[in-house]
């Protein structure tokens, strides 16, 4: 499965991430990964309000997607011990400046930058709710 973002050369290959730790895995001996800065492009629409520019369902699929295809990977034995969501919040993007949103968290350009979680911080949140409750006992050391 392969989809569009806001920016026309970033795609959305979910696969890719479990195709990618592997190739690592057996390239250099299953060393340890950390995943870091994944995440997923939105447009910058000021004309919607904030109550809709939360909605970034788009970000939900794309991380649920991604994680379920590193959990296969790591059933696969790949060694992966980090996964680092880009962003946290909204930011400004060397090339682009705030044309597009990256956060988990929405930032009001024009009143004070207040934030505001989007539905895939809450979406988060309660994932790892979940799993945290799911591995109570659990030490990896």
Do not use: C
């Amino acid at each position: 499965m392969i989809l569009q973002t806001a920016i026309d050369w970033i795609y959305i290959v979910p696969e890719g991430i479990r195709y990618m730790t592997k190739y690592v895995k057996e390239k250099y001996g299953n060393a340890p990964i950390i995943i870091t800065e994944n995440g997923v492009v939105d447009a910058n629409n000021y004309t919607l309000p904030i109550s809709k520019a939360v909605q970034d369902y788009q970000r939900i699929r794309y991380h649920r997607l991604h994680l379920a295809s590193l959990l296969k990977a790591i059933k696969d034995g790949v060694d992966v011990q980090g996964y680092l969501i880009w962003s946290l919040f909204d930011n400004f993007e060397w090339n682009d400046g705030y044309t597009y949103r990256f956060g988990l968290n929405y930032i009001d350009y024009k009143h004070g930058l207040t934030r505001y979680p989007k539905y895939s911080a809450l979406w988060l949140k309660k994932f790892l709710q979940k799993q945290s409750s799911s591995n109570r006992g659990y030490s990896p050391m």
